[in-house]
């Protein structure tokens, strides 16, 4: 069976306390309970978080839908987003089964990151490691103000901003991607391959602003 493996990359940095970090925690409980819903999601995907504060740590390793336990998460800290792209691109490289002439791999990692702020570590040099390892498409979201859309966008084109980082606003950027990761899930199994452009995905709601 090839996997849809999804990577979500969380800011726990001290900027999230209070309100966003708990609305955080709740969007990856509604995330992992309406992807158990959908049979191609709990077929295909496999799930894994790793977050970024003075330190990234991948909190859950790549799981099955069904097996997965949502984390408890706690804001502290610094934003070390180039740290946790560093991490993703080992993770990828250990987690992710790639093709062999006796078996096909896995499809190529989906991958969602959100975060609240300005990277205080060197992001381009995370960056430049995670370009070595085959992903597929990656979201960033830049939640609130304070959040560095410019830097995001050197990183991948599709970029998602939210204007504030309350509980609404982060609810529906989590229904967004599970709605996404339902659709890749399904594209994968019915046409044989990725999601590959915000065309490809479920339209954003209104609270999601496509950066352009």
């Known amino acids: 069976m090839r996997r849809l493996p999804v990577y979500l990359l969380l800011d726990t940095s001290g900027s999230m ?3 966003p970090i708990e609305a955080v925690k709740n ?3 509604t995330l ?3 992807l158990r819903q959908d049979p191609y999601a709990l077929e295909t995907a496999y799930l894994s ?5 003075t330190h990234a740590k991948q909190i859950i390793p790549l799981t099955e839908i069904a097996m997965f336990n949502s984390p408890p998460l706690q804001a502290t800290g610094t934003t070390q987003l180039g740290e946790a792209l560093v991490l993703l691109a080992d993770k990828i490289e250990q987690e992710v089964q790639k093709t062999t002439p006796e078996t096909r791999g896995d499809w190529k990692p989906l991958i969602f990151i959100m975060t609240d702020g300005v990277p205080t570590d060197d992001w381009k040099k995370g960056f430049e490691k995670l370009k070595q390892v085959k992903t597929g498409m ?3 979201c830049a939640a609130g103000h304070n959040a560095d859309t410019s830097i995001l966008k ?3 084109e599709v970029v998602v901003e939210l204007a504030t980082a309350d509980t609404n606003t982060i609810k529906a950027f989590f229904k967004w991607v599970s709605a996404s990761i339902s659709t890749g899930s399904q594209k994968v199994d019915a046409d044989q391959k990725e999601v590959s452009g915000l065309n490809d995905l479920p339209p954003p709601p209104p609270e999601v602003n496509v950066v352009l």
Do not use: K, N
């Not at 978080?49 to 504060?53: E, L, N, R, V």
């Open 17 to 19: 306390m209070g309100e």
């Open 27 to 29: 969007g990856v409980e």
């Open 32 to 34: 992992v309970s309406s």
């Open 49 to 53: 978080i790793i977050s970024f504060d």
């Open 138 to 140: 990656i979201i960033a």
């Open 154 to 156: 050197q990183i991948t």
